[in-house]
């Protein structure tokens, strides 16, 4: 008989990032403070997931750590096993960390929806998003949030739940 609970990852945090639209940001944040005390993020993908909802809940630091677990996870062979081959997932881990974790990317309901942070380390990031045909930039730094719309039709977006519509 354990006499601790551990958890490899927090399948219940994972839930939250694909379809946690309609949970309260109060029960996420009780979620993850829970999970991080008893996950010991064995799997490569467990880093990605916290730090996306670490930067949902405004846990801004551990959002930082949990991201840069997830981008050098290879890079510096956290997990001890790099020679048997590079994660794959834990690298598009890493976007997902960036778009929808410092992003705010959320697309639940049909309509690409951004949220974004800047991390204190940096100056600024940008990222691209293909959405239904159409290619979407999204630039943030300390002054402002920048939608482009590259090329397609016309594409309704909200930023911090606010409509409007870019045109290429």
């Given at each position: 008989v354990y006499r601790h609970q551990v958890c490899k990852q927090a399948d219940v945090l994972q839930a939250f990032?694909?379809?946690?639209?309609?949970i309260d940001r109060d029960s996420k944040r009780r979620n993850f403070d829970y999970y991080e005390?008893?996950?010991?993020?064995?799997?490569?993908?467990?880093?990605?997931?916290?730090?996306?909802v670490a930067a949902e809940v405004g846990h801004a630091d551990k959002a930082w750590r949990y991201f840069q677990d997830a981008l050098r996870v290879d890079l510096?062979?956290?997990?001890?096993?790099?020679?048997h081959?590079?994660?794959l997932a834990a690298m598009g881990g890493?976007?997902?960390?960036?778009?929808?974790?410092?992003?705010?990317?959320?697309?639940?309901d049909g309509t690409p929806s951004f949220a974004p942070s800047l991390p204190a380390a940096?100056?600024?990031?940008?990222?691209?998003?293909?959405?239904?045909?159409?290619?979407?930039?999204?630039?943030?730094?300390?002054?402002?949030?920048?939608?482009?719309?590259?090329e397609g039709e016309p594409l309704e977006v909200r930023h911090h739940g606010r409509p409007f519509t870019l045109h290429a």
């Open positions: 990032v694909l379809a946690g639209e309609g005390g008893v996950t010991v993020h064995d799997s490569t993908l467990s880093a990605s997931t916290f730090g996306i510096d062979d956290l997990h001890g096993n790099t020679a081959g590079v994660h890493s976007w997902l960390g960036l778009a929808w974790g410092f992003g705010g990317l959320r697309c639940g940096w100056r600024g990031y940008r990222f691209g998003l293909r959405w239904r045909g159409r290619q979407l930039r999204v630039h943030v730094d300390a002054r402002q949030v920048e939608y482009t719309l590259l």
